[in-house]
T-cell receptor, first 122, second 116 residues
Framework: AQKVTQAQTEISVVEKEDVTLDCVYE???????LFWYKQPPSGELVFLIR??????QNEISGRYSWNFQKSTSSFNFTITASQVVDSAVYFC???????????????????FGQGTILTVHP | ETGVTQTPRHLVMGMTNKKSLKCEQH?????MYWYKQSAKKPLELMFV???????ENNSVPSRFSPECPNSSHLFLHLHTLQPEDSALYLC???????????????FGPGTRLTVL
């Protein structure tokens, strides 16, 4: 069975501070994918990043960066110089088991963490 | 419109009502999903359709009935719901891959459902 743990339930920072959101996962699959989603107050889950298990390079996108460490089964997310607009719930997710229908195609089955509520104060 | 849309955005219904949630995706995807998000709980996968064929029913009560008439539209028909069914219902879509490919799921804004 797969499991994603986001131990930080809530984080509160002041604008311009750096903040790291932790994500630890468990899976028996050799091939798997890790995701981060952002859920602002409007409700929609916004896709941020997808990383496959064979690519351990860290990634940076603007103020966002991700640190994937297979040895510790972690996929942490850092926001540099946080802004008020970063306030949201952030979800880490894992997809490893693929399912096949009669047509031979597969779809991803996501396992989500509990989410971390990030509040950035002005 | 682009992306994944859901209507209505908010719904209040009594336990004896019948209502439907609608999801439409404009991304050319073939897999569509319903999730339930309750307070203080992880997202729960309810149903999956792949090329209009239901491939997953995650032990969802029969008072929730999905319908997928084509790859772009997904409905969730509701009847005789309970107050504990109040939640945010999210729709998502993805482009299923071949072999071990797992594509990204893109989500709609959700329908906030309140059952009185």
């Amino acid at each position: 069975a797969q499991k994603v743990t986001q131990a930080q339930t809530e984080i509160s920072v002041v604008e311009k501070e750096d903040v790291t959101l932790d994500c630890v996962y468990e899976t028996r699959d050799t091939t798997y994918y890790l995701f981060w989603y952002k859920q602002p107050p409007s409700g929609e889950l916004v896709f941020l990043i997808r990383r496959n298990s064979f690519d351990e390079q860290n990634e940076i996108s603007g103020r966002y960066s991700w640190n994937f460490q297979k040895s510790t089964s972690s996929f942490n997310f850092t926001i540099t110089a946080s802004q008020v607009v970063d306030s949201a719930v952030y979800f880490c997710a894992l997809s490893g088991d693929t399912e096949y229908n009669a047509g031979g195609t597969s779809y991803g089955k996501l396992t989500f963490g509990q989410g971390t509520i990030l509040t950035v104060h002005p | 419109e682009t992306g994944v849309t859901q209507t209505p955005r908010h719904l209040v219904m009594g336990m004896t009502n019948k209502k439907s949630l609608k999801c439409e995706q404009h991304l050319g995807h073939n897999a569509m999903y319903w999730y339930k998000q309750s307070a203080k709980k992880p997202l729960e996968l309810m149903f999956v359709y792949n090329f209009k064929e239901q491939t997953e029913n995650n032990s969802v009560p029969s008072r929730f009935s999905p319908e997928c008439p084509n790859s772009s539209h997904l409905f969730l028909h509701l009847h005789t719901l309970q107050p504990e069914d109040s939640a945010l219902y999210l729709c998502a879509s993805s482009h299923p891959g071949w072999g071990l490919s797992t594509d990204t799921q893109y989500f709609g804004p959700g329908t906030r459902l309140t059952v009185l």
